[in-house]
């Protein structure tokens, strides 16, 4: 569906709550938060921005009343707005807490997974351009991808936390250079202690990639412009899977099912592949 009076406008996140419960985000100036309660057959704007420069990257919600939607930055300062009202209400956070980007470092608004939330009510976002790193609360870590073109850095970040069973907590990042999507250079790492440190997977996935997603501790499946891999070893050997190429992958809030959503409308669901 188009929504009445926003039929030129570009949104690239979507946050479904239930079957007549949703909120999309539309990215630049002005910006828009909407957001419908039966189905989509009406839409509330709930957040606008007509800020010089703003272009919202991507949304996460911890649960049914609280959330995060980030933008590239504004005099320097990422934008990050809250809401914990089911996305009713949006307010950005204060000034002095935003974080400092620096010169041509900025987010993907590819997939709405550059962030993701973290414990029970922290988030980690990751950027990219010509500098990429991983903020994770007052912690701000480079990352090895590659990075340094307007076209380069980390596009996704995916987070599975396994503290109460074993002990550690997983994050992985995908990206690349999606002005040279074949290439594998410096496209996947991971880490198996909260960001601290990042190892590169050995076998990388096809090329750039804008989405990871857990699917389980050591099954993923990441997608790009060129491709889809999977995972069967927590993101250290990927194995191509398809040649179709997607913007996003995710997981079923309840349930095993996976689905990925592409350009022109196009949606597929993933049939796990089998390990050989």
């Known amino acids: 569906m188009q929504v009445k009076g926003f039929e030129k406008r570009?949104?690239?996140?979507?946050?479904?709550?239930?079957?007549?419960?949703?909120?999309?985000m539309a990215v630049d100036t002005p910006a828009y938060i909407l957001k419908t309660i039966d189905g989509g057959e009406s839409w509330k704007v709930v957040y606008e921005n007509r800020t010089t420069g703003m272009f919202l990257d991507a949304m996460e919600f911890w649960n049914e009343q609280a959330g995060i939607v980030i933008g590239d930055p504004?005099?320097?300062?990422?934008f990050i707005a809250r809401t914990f009202d089911g996305g009713n209400t949006w307010k950005e956070i204060p000034e002095e807490r935003k974080p400092v980007a620096d010169s041509g470092e900025a987010c993907f608004a590819?997939?709405?997974?550059?962030?993701r939330r973290l414990d029970t009510?922290?988030?980690?976002?990751?950027?990219?351009g010509l500098r990429s790193r991983v903020f994770i609360r007052d912690k701000v870590i480079d990352l090895p991808?590659?990075?340094?073109?307007?076209?380069?850095?980390?596009?996704?970040?995916?987070?599975?936390?396994?503290?109460?069973?074993?002990?550690?907590?997983?994050?992985i990042i995908v990206g690349g250079d999606f002005a040279n999507d074949?290439?594998?250079k410096q496209v996947c790492y991971f880490s198996n202690n909260r960001g601290k440190s990042w190892r590169a997977s050995k076998t990388q996935p096809g090329g750039y990639r804008s989405c990871v997603e857990y699917l389980s501790k050591k099954q993923l499946v990441t997608c790009g412009l060129n491709g889809v891999d999977y995972s069967y070893d927590g993101g250290n050997n990927w194995k191509p899977?398809?040649?179709?190429?997607?913007?996003?992958?995710?997981?079923?809030k309840y349930g095993t099912a996976v689905y990925l959503a592409g350009g022109n409308g196009k949606v597929a669901r993933l049939k796990y592949p089998s390990k050989d």
């Open 74 to 78: 504004i005099d320097n300062k990422f």
């Open 145 to 171: 991808i590659i990075q340094g073109k307007e076209t380069t850095g980390a596009n996704s970040i995916a987070v599975y936390d396994d503290f109460k069973r074993n002990g550690g907590l997983q994050m």
């Open 182 to 184: 074949s290439s594998s």
């Open 10 to 24: 570009d949104f690239r996140d979507i946050e479904a709550f239930d079957a007549t419960t949703a909120i999309i």
């Open 110 to 115: 590819a997939s709405g997974t550059n962030v």
């Open 241 to 252: 899977v398809s040649k179709e190429g997607f913007h996003v992958t995710r997981i079923a």
């Open 121 to 128: 009510d922290e988030a980690v976002f990751v950027s990219g």
